[in-house]
């Protein structure tokens, strides 16, 4: 079965940046979408980035512009480099991945905070 690891998340002060990391235990082609998703407490957990398995990306509207998703074939890896951070973005980033069913990361947390 395949699994994904998250790493990269930490604590950050308003406007700076974080560039956190999924690695898959098999190839990250055959996955129909893969990306980042977020839930902070006491909220629903939301979509914040992926590719979207019809060849683009999709982003959540707040983070347009500041966040970037990438991949790295190769190494079996999608990251995501989050820029000019906001309070609001601190949550738990969860990796996500779809084959004929959903696969999660354990998630990562991101804190931002002064």
């Known amino acids: 079965q395949v699994q994904l690891m998250e790493s990269g998340g930490g604590l950050v002060q308003p406007g700076g940046s974080l560039r956190l990391s999924c690695v898959a235990s098999?190839?990250?082609?055959?996955?129909?979408?893969m990306g980042w998703y977020r839930q902070a407490p006491g909220k629903q957990r939301e979509l914040v980035a992926v590719?979207?398995?019809?060849?683009?990306?999709d982003y959540h509207d707040s983070v347009m512009g500041r966040f970037l998703i990438s991949r790295d074939n190769a190494k079996n890896t999608v990251y995501l480099q989050m820029n000019n951070l906001k309070l609001d973005d601190t949550a738990v980033y969860y990796c996500?991945?779809?084959?004929?069913?959903?696969?999660w990361g354990q998630g990562t947390q991101v804190t931002v905070s002064s």
């Open positions: 098999g190839s990250i082609r055959q996955f129909n979408a």
């Open positions: 590719f979207n398995g019809r060849g683009g990306t």
């Open positions: 996500n991945a779809v084959l004929y069913y959903a696969i």
